[in-house]
C-alpha cells in the first residue's frame, strides 16, 4: 500500500459501525422485506427475511403486502414456489462521517448494497462492495474510486 493512500485511509473508521448497518437495514432496504409462503399439509407457514423467522400464516397471496406476524414488519409476500430469477434488490450508499484524525475534515464512503434472494431465501444476507471513497479537507478532497478493504 503507498504512504499517500495509507494517510488517507487513517481518517476512515477501520469498520463500518452499526448506525450505518441500522441505516441500510431499516432506511435503505425498508422495501426489501419478504414473506416466503409455503405449505404444510394444509396449513400455510411464512418466512420473513427480516427477522428470520417462520410463522403461521393463512390466506397470504403472493404479491399483496402484508405484516410479518412475528417482527410486524410490512413484507411483500412471495410465493416460495415462483421462480425468483430476478429477485435482488440493490443500491448505492454514501456515507459521511467525521475524520478520525482531523477536526476539519469528514469522509465519505460510496458502496453498493445488495440483497440477492434469487438462492435460498433463508441465508440472505446484505452483501457490500466499496466503490469509492473520498476525503474533505479543508480547500482540498482526495477521491479513490474502487479503493476495497475490508471494513464491512
Ligand atoms: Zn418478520
Given at each position: 500500500m503507498d504512504k499517500a493512500y495509507k494517510n488517507f485511509l487513517?481518517?476512515?473508521?477501520q469498520r463500518v459501525g452499526d448506525e450505518l448497518m441500522n441505516y441500510i437495514t431499516?432506511?435503505?432496504?425498508?422495501?426489501?422485506r419478504y414473506l416466503f409462503t409455503t405449505r404444510k399439509g394444509r396449513k400455510q407457514t411464512a418466512y420473513c427475511t427480516h427477522c428470520k423467522t417462520w410463522s403461521d400464516t393463512e390466506g397470504l397471496r403472493h404479491g399483496q403486502q402484508a405484516d410479518c406476524?412475528?417482527?410486524h414488519s410490512k413484507c411483500q409476500v412471495k410465493?416460495?414456489?415462483?421462480?425468483?430469477?430476478?429477485?435482488k434488490d440493490h443500491a448505492y450508499v454514501e456515507w459521511y462521517e467525521k475524520s478520525l484524525i482531523d477536526p476539519n475534515a469528514f469522509v465519505v464512503s460510496g458502496f453498493y448494497v445488495l440483497r440477492d434472494?434469487?438462492?435460498?431465501?433463508?441465508?440472505v444476507e446484505t452483501e457490500y462492495s466499496m466503490h469509492a471513497e473520498y476525503l474533505f479537507q479543508q480547500g482540498k478532497s482526495t477521491m479513490y474510486v474502487l479503493g476495497w478493504r475490508d471494513r464491512m
Open positions: 487513517s481518517h476512515f473508521p431499516n432506511v435503505v432496504f425498508l422495501h426489501s406476524p412475528s417482527c410465493a416460495s414456489g415462483r421462480g425468483r430469477k430476478y429477485l434472494y434469487t438462492g435460498d431465501f433463508t441465508k
